[in-house]
Every structure is written in structure tokens, then in C-alpha cells.
């Protein structure tokens, strides 16, 4: 037997109870949630990802930073490490398709018009904005920074690439 209980905020104006929703309900609705950032983390090769959340833990725990005193991304370490992930990021795309393409017997690496270039652009806009995303990220060290910018550009970039995503093709 299934119970649920419902507060007293959970009634609604009218005093009666908001429906609950059926597991498959409960499904779709999830995974249209988290299709907001996985569109825009679909674009930045795993790698990338990756890699940057170790290195900058390992970086962390290697300059002994108390976590509870300071901000986690104050020092100019974490900045430094910021950009060059960033730099990487479509480099990464690049080879990531070039060694897929190559395997396929079609390799691109003489033909610029073949490169990914969409998937490249792409990817180095949604690495900052995904690491704006983070919590303690690097951006909170300039001023004026609030950590809701993060989530309104991913908003932002996500119904963009909803729109205009389907007009490149991805390997």
C-alpha cells in the first residue's frame, strides 16, 4: 500500500488536494527537467568535464584551502585552470570527432570545411556557462557575479540550442 501525506501548504486555494502524478507522469516530467542541462553538457566532450572537476579538487586539496573560510575558486589557480579547460574545450570536440571519422575510414583532419566547427563554437560557449553553473564557481570571485546568472544563461543557451541545434549535424 502506498501512503502519501499532504500539508497543509500542499491544498490548494480552494482547499482541495493538488493531484499526485503517476510514475510515468512523474518520468516524463523529470526527464524534460534535466534535459535543460543536458543539452547544453551534451555539447562539452566528457573529457573536458571530467577532467576539470578532478584537477581542480586535486588543486584544492594540494594548496590545503579550508573550504568553510574561503570561497573553493579565490585563488588565481583555479582562474588559470579555468581558462585553459576553456581552450581545450573545442580542441578536445575537434579530436573527438577527427578519431571517430578517422576509424570510419574518413579522416578530416586536411579538410577544414569538414571540421565540426558548429560543435566546437558550441562547446566553448556551454563550458563557461556550465561552470557558472557550479557551486563555488570561479566567476563568484569578480564582483557583481550573483550565482543565478549561471542558471539564467543556461536557460538562455539551452532554448537556443533547442531551436537552432538540428540545423548542425553532430558526429
Request: charged share 15%; aromatic share 12%; proline share 6%.
Amino acid at each position: 500500500m502506498v501512503r502519501s501525506s499532504v500539508a497543509a501548504t500542499d491544498l490548494r486555494e480552494d482547499g482541495s488536494t493538488p493531484q499526485l502524478l503517476s510514475a510515468k507522469q512523474s518520468a516524463k516530467q523529470k526527464a524534460t527537467e534535466s534535459n535543460w542541462g543536458d543539452r547544453i553538457v551534451s555539447y562539452i566532450p566528457t573529457e573536458v568535464i571530467g577532467s576539470y572537476q578532478v584537477v581542480v579538487s586535486l588543486a584544492l586539496s594540494g594548496e590545503g584551502q579550508n573550504v568553510a573560510k574561503h570561497s573553493p575558486y579565490t585563488t588565481d589557480l583555479q582562474l588559470l585552470l579555468f581558462k585553459i579547460f576553456w581552450a581545450l574545450t573545442p580542441a578536445i570536440a575537434f579530436f573527438g570527432v577527427a578519431v571517430a571519422m578517422h576509424l570510419k575510414n574518413r579522416p578530416i583532419w586536411k579538410t577544414p570545411k569538414r571540421w565540426p566547427w558548429a560543435s566546437m563554437f558550441i562547446g566553448g560557449v556551454a563550458f563557461p556557462i556550465w561552470v557558472a553553473c557550479l557551486p563555488g564557481t570561479v566567476f563568484l570571485r569578480f564582483s557583481g557575479f550573483h550565482p543565478y546568472y549561471g542558471a539564467i544563461a543556461a536557460v538562455i543557451l539551452a532554448l537556443v540550442l533547442a531551436k537552432f541545434a538540428p540545423l548542425f549535424k553532430r558526429a
